[in-house]
């Protein structure tokens, strides 16, 4: 008789992701990577094998056993059924490769393997591309950079052997430009801003959880912290459904993904320096007036609406980051689609990330899913039902390296990467900053939008409005002419 393949239970949080996919929304997270030289099937399978499964979770399953779900080795296990070579129709540019990713986003995952694929377009714009698919029950975003990370080095004759995961990146894989201001490492692990305090907070009652009660002179810190979780979960239950928009609709299977030439980051940061703002700040009010441009060409009216996009706030301690798994929350960021005047529409998004200072929602929402992942199925579905109702889109913003990366001795010039949708979600705009750019991507919805590409194209232009803008505006004194 052979033996019982290896088995450990799954988290609750883990599992809520894995029952979250429906054929309409795959819960996948999926990038790609251009690279400026040739990559050979040969290099990144011997990357594959010693970096990438030096984590043994990616030589596992999710099963479902009595009792729940647990991760199960695959006792079959073949690199090649993972990594795979596959070619572009046509003439093989970005358009092309822009339909394989939709085409592989909109395609389940085999469930009888682990749930992940590489696929290697050799040859692309003079050298070559990866794709990347990875079922979210695996790892968070964070966690997936993390892995990412620690198979890349800084010059193409730099190997990276396999070491025991660091609690941190070698530093010499930090980022190099932010000089006193901690390594890439720390950034990304660095919560979003406007949730920070509460994230510290949070993070403090998650790890004390039932000890609580040890700490009687705590206890009134405690109560005021619960008292806060209660108010938002209050405010989540009275929240409104979302207004009805062209990027509002029943979801289909076919997704659509586009993104854009990349733009400088250094420009992006002059603005916010010259009018006070965060990058953050800059870049979601850009995305706001791509949103409103589209729709008014599309004969919709735009003027007051707002629509809320959930946006995930990192919750993991720093000292937790070589483990994969699940670990963050969601808070509702209302866009002001309304607005048109791109600096009034820039100082509101401003003052709507400082309204979310001391948000308990993204500490909220990871309790949630974790109570949600020990539910009955049906009971997990009809709670997601009801919270996609509430949003329009899913927008990620992760500040990747600012120097350039080498993955198998070939130069990565490009990154991109999209999360999920969950329920009726039918929109993902994901910003990646990366070697001094901004990267903007896209995904929607074929049944709601079938060219993404004439939505993400507006955010550029909205951009050189806002840079515009500030330029011309008689700011006299007030503005920091430096920057």
């Not at 988290?11 to 979250?20: F, G, P, V």
């Not at 309409?24 to 594959?48: C, G, K, W």
């Not at 401003?350 to 500490?363: F, H, N, P, T, V």
Request: charge should be negative; charged fraction near 20%.
């Amino acid at each position: 008789m052979s033996a019982a393949p290896e088995r450990e239970h799954m988290s609750s949080i883990d599992t809520a992701w894995l029952r979250m996919d429906r054929p309409y929304n795959l819960m996948m997270i999926t990038s790609v990577m251009v690279f400026e030289d040739r990559l050979t099937l040969d290099a990144l399978r011997q990357t594959i094998a010693t970096l990438f499964l030096s984590h043994r979770r990616f030589k596992q399953k999710p099963v479902h056993h009595a009792g729940g779900f647990y991760w199960e080795t695959d006792p079959h296990f073949t690199l090649n059924s993972h990594v795979r070579r596959i070619g572009l129709a046509g003439n093989g540019g970005k358009k092309e490769l822009e339909e394989l990713v939709s085409d592989l986003m909109s395609t389940p995952l085999d469930p009888s393997k682990p749930l992940w694929q590489y696929y290697l377009v050799e040859d692309y714009q003079g050298g070559s591309a990866l794709i990347g698919r990875i079922h979210h029950c695996y790892a968070d975003g964070i966690a997936l950079i993390h892995v990412l990370l620690s198979m890349t080095t800084m010059s193409p004759t730099e190997q990276v052997t396999h070491t025991p995961i660091p609690t941190a990146l070698p530093k010499h894989r930090r980022n190099a430009e932010h000089k006193g201001e901690g390594g890439i490492f720390e950034l990304l692990f660095h919560p979003l801003e406007a949730v920070d305090n509460a994230v510290k907070a949070g993070q403090h009652l998650l790890e004390e959880g039932m000890e609580v009660v040890r700490h009687a002179p705590d206890l009134p810190g405690y109560a005021k912290q619960g008292v806060g979780l209660l108010s938002e979960a209050a405010k989540l239950l009275v929240m409104a459904d979302d207004p009805s928009t062209l990027f509002k609709g029943k979801p289909g299977v076919s997704k659509r993904v586009a993104w854009i030439e990349p733009l400088p980051l250094a420009e992006v940061k002059a603005i916010g320096k010259a009018l006070n703002c965060s990058i953050n700040d800059v870049l979601l009010s850009c995305v706001a007036g791509a949103l409103r441009a589209y729709l008014a060409d599309q004969g919709e009216c735009v003027e007051g609406l707002e629509i809320r996009a959930t946006v995930p706030v990192n919750l993991r301690p720093l000292d937790k980051a070589h483990n994969l798994g699940n670990f963050f929350g969601l808070v509702f960021l209302t866009l002001p689609i309304g607005i048109e005047d791109p600096l009034t529409r820039l100082f509101e998004v401003k003052e709507r990330m400082e309204q979310l200072k001391g948000s308990y929602q993204a500490i909220l929402a990871l309790g949630l899913l974790g109570t949600l992942g020990l539910s009955p199925k049906i009971v997990q579905a009809s709670a997601i039902k009801i919270l996609s109702k509430k949003a329009t889109a899913v927008m990620t913003n992760v500040p990747g390296p600012q120097m350039p990366l080498y993955f198998a001795g070939a130069k990565v010039r490009e990154m991109m990467f999209w999360v999920p949708q969950s329920g009726s979600i039918g929109m993902g705009v994901s910003i990646l900053t990366y070697n001094g750019f901004v990267q903007f991507g896209l995904i929607t919805d074929s049944n709601m939008v079938d060219d993404p590409e004439s939505v993400i194209s507006r955010f550029g232009r909205e951009f050189e409005n806002l840079l515009l803008t500030t330029i011309m505006e008689p700011w006299g004194e007030t503005l920091d002419t430096d920057a």
